[in-house]
């Protein structure tokens, strides 16, 4: 893994285990679970997208730092909640940076590994959607993904953001910083002003929490 896509992955790995640590909280969890969401919820769409491309071993397996930053976002989510005015809104929040930075570094990691580049783009998005929606089913919310929410959508924006700088010649530090800009903004963009895909049949879904 080139330092670009660890430095992605690990920060990536860190803001999602946040988002789980403040879902964990909202949940009224205990220590050890806050432990089990942040992991899951970090790690989640990692490991997948590894098994996916016959990557071995998975990352975390390989490097102890992917489990210790989910240990400290589960200590910094437990220690801190309290304080958050609002944990959805910071949840939402954490959850849109990380996943900019997951559609990004899994789309990368696809492209280095030689696939086509429409699979990368499917890699992304997968890795970055799977760790939230473990997330969301453990904390019994009804994961993001499957609400009208802009947010799979965000997720395909960056990645096939990256794909195409990547194709046209682009530095990738560059094309990473647009892909995970235009991901991360379009999600915090829908959360600022409740854009949202319609629904079949017309009308919202009421929000969740």
Sequence with gaps: MNPLIYTLDLTGTFVFALSGGLAAARSRLDPFGFVVVTMVTGLGGGTLRNLLLDLHPVTWVADPRYLLVCL?????????????????????????????LFAVAGTQLALSAGTHPGIAVMMGVTTGIAGGMIRDV??????????????????????????????????????????????????????????????????????SG
């Design 138 to 207: 453990l904390c019994n919310e009804v994961p993001l993904v499957l609400q009208q929410e802009i947010y799979a959508l965000a997720a395909l924006a960056g990645s096939v953001a990256y794909v195409l700088l990547d194709l046209a010649g682009a530095a990738p530090a560059l094309s990473a910083i647009v892909g995970a800009v235009l991901c991360s903004g379009l999600r915090l963009a829908a959360i600022r002003w409740n854009l949202s895909l319609p629904a079949y049949g017309g009308g919202r879904m009421p929000p």
């Design 72 to 100: 400290a976002a589960a200590a910094i989510s437990f220690a801190w909640a309290r304080q958050l005015e609002s944990r959805l809104r910071w949840l939402r929040i954490a959850d849109a940076l990380g996943l900019g």
